[in-house]
T-cell receptor, first 112, second 114 residues
Framework: GNSVTQMEGPVTLSEEAFLTINCTYT??????LFWYVQYPGEGLQLLLK?????DKGSNKGFEATYRKETTSFHLEKGSVQVSDSAVYFC???????????FGTGTSLTVIP | ETGVTQTPRHLVMGMTNKKSLKCEQH?????MYWYKQSAKKPLELMFV???????ENNSVPSRFSPECPNSSHLFLHLHTLQPEDSALYLC?????????????FGSGTQLSVL
């Protein structure tokens, strides 16, 4: 079956620290992989995506590389800002339909 | 603004009440979804509609009843809910095909069942 496992939070970092949020997946076939972000009081928004092995998705200084050999899609940012405080969700979309599978979400708080 | 609008934003209801959640999208998408977001749990897919036809029902209790009258509107009818149904209910939509595979989410309805 399809599933996503991401590191549990909450994560608290100082401004300008390096961020890694781990995500691994189980999937049949060749899924697309996503990171979504949820700011307080809002729905989820797409942050970045990768559709095939070795692709790197990037946006707003965040990056994640689709690693088929380790079934991972870890999110990284070199220098976080207070405005990055949010909940981050790793997700996959199977290539056989319209199903999206999400992880539990990781809450990030960045302090000045 | 994602193009997906949910109402109401907040809802408090008793276990004997009947209420409905509404979702509307004007993005021209053909697929619409209901998700349940509870603390410390993965986002739970509840229902999927594709071209107004239900294509997924993830073993959701019958006290949740979806309705999709057209590709732009999606409802979730609620009756005799339990306190453990309190959660954030998110609606989402997506297009079809490789170029339209991301989900667009509404802001959600925060539901409290007393």
């Amino acid at each position: 079956g399809n599933s996503v496992t991401q590191m549990e939070g909450p994560v608290t970092l100082s401004e300008e620290a390096f961020l890694t949020i781990n995500c691994t997946y189980t999937a049949t076939g060749y899924p697309s992989l996503f990171w979504y972000v949820q700011y307080p009081g809002e729905g989820l928004q797409l942050l970045l995506k990768a559709t095939k092995a070795d692709d790197k998705g990037s946006n707003k200084g965040f990056e994640a590389t689709y690693r088929k050999e380790t079934t991972s899609f870890h999110l990284e940012k070199g220098s976080v800002q207070v405005s990055d405080s949010a909940v981050y969700f790793c997700a996959l979309r199977s290539n056989t339909g319209n199903q999206f599978y999400f992880g539990t979400g990781t809450s990030l708080t960045v302090i000045p | 603004e994602t193009g997906v609008t949910q109402t109401p934003r907040h809802l408090v209801m008793g276990m004997t009440n009947k209420k409905s959640l509404k979702c509307e999208q004007h993005l021209g998408h053909n697929a619409m979804y209901w998700y349940k977001q509870s603390a410390k749990k993965p986002l739970e897919l509840m229902f999927v509609y594709n071209f107004k036809e239900q294509t997924e029902n993830n073993s959701v209790p019958s006290r949740f009843s979806p309705e999709c009258p057209n590709s732009s509107h999606l409802f979730l009818h609620l009756h005799t809910l339990q306190p453990e149904d309190s959660a954030l209910y998110l609606c989402a939509s997506s297009g079809n095909g490789a170029t339209n595979e991301k989900l667009f989410f509404g802001s959600g309805t925060q539901l409290s069942v007393l």
